[in-house]
């Protein structure tokens, strides 16, 4: 019996740390990243029940059952149209940052997100993204755009751009929602991860930045409603190794630069975890700054019993956070 209830807490917790690590998904979903996911220990029938309660997804997430957004099924090609919204004014700011923009292919249900100080900056951004998806996938040119009738999405300027680019662009009736309703169902979608993560951690409201940025990686390699596949698998062919993701916000131990290395001292300095630009490299807080840097992650140590604090115990609101521009890039 005592052996038991040892394996029985042990499966527990391990359950535990990997809710954590994917965004505190439900039951539901759990069942679907195991199927289709590797680099876990998770097994089908080890998944908790819905009745266990997690703090963070009781805190973060709301559900007011109103009228779903009735999504319309077509048999769409990946790129044949991706649709775009934009999240925002949101308060506090997160750094310089008050919006973000995400785009989603309709088909795969592949997207990308960025943070944005102003609405003047989505149609730059937008067109970076075009030109993007252009060198790397030259087999399938996009065809068509959906963006709401927000000024900067409705220029000549874009327009014309669109049109030298072979792109059709298109915008739906005024106050007409669900004609764009897969874009601002991937907000919500965004949202509904990110203020889990955030209630985790112990990282301040206006870290909504980095939490939105991991949300949606974790949202790649989640199956969608349309696919029992991950847009990760359905661009790549190849299930995603979630071996690489750790809990956000919790403490991670980078390599002090040689520089700053003495002797005697200590060879690793703690930071806070935000993410990953890819599964070699993670995203950290420097926490007395707010400064975000990047470390390999080969060279890291992490610790997710720890979710250190920004600035100590005298940090301010206008000082919590200091978002490095070229580290994000």
Partial sequence: MIETNNALKARFQDYTIWHDRLGHPGTTMMRKLIQSSQGHTLRENQVIPQHLTCTACSQGKLITRPSPVKVSKETLHFMERIQGDICGPIHPPSGT???????????????????????????????????????????????????DNAGEFTSQAFNDYCMAMGVTVEHPVAHVHTQNGLAESFIKRIQWIARPLLMRSKLPVSAWGHAVLHAAELIRIRPSSEHRYSPSQLLTGYEPDISHLKTFGCSVYVPIAPPHRTKMGPQRRMGIYVGFDSPTIIKYLEPTTGDLFKARYVDCQFDESLYPTLGGEKHKLVKELSWNQTSLN
Avoid: E, G
């Avoid at 102003?118 to 937008?126: E, G, H, M």
């Fill in 97 to 147: 940052f008050r919006y973000f923009m995400v785009l989603i292919d309709a088909s795969t249900r592949w997207s990308y997100v960025c943070l944005l100080s102003s609405r003047n900056q989505a149609f730059a951004r937008l067109l970076a993204q075009i030109i993007r998806l252009r060198a790397h996938f030259p087999d399938f040119p996009l065809k068509t755009i959906r963006l």
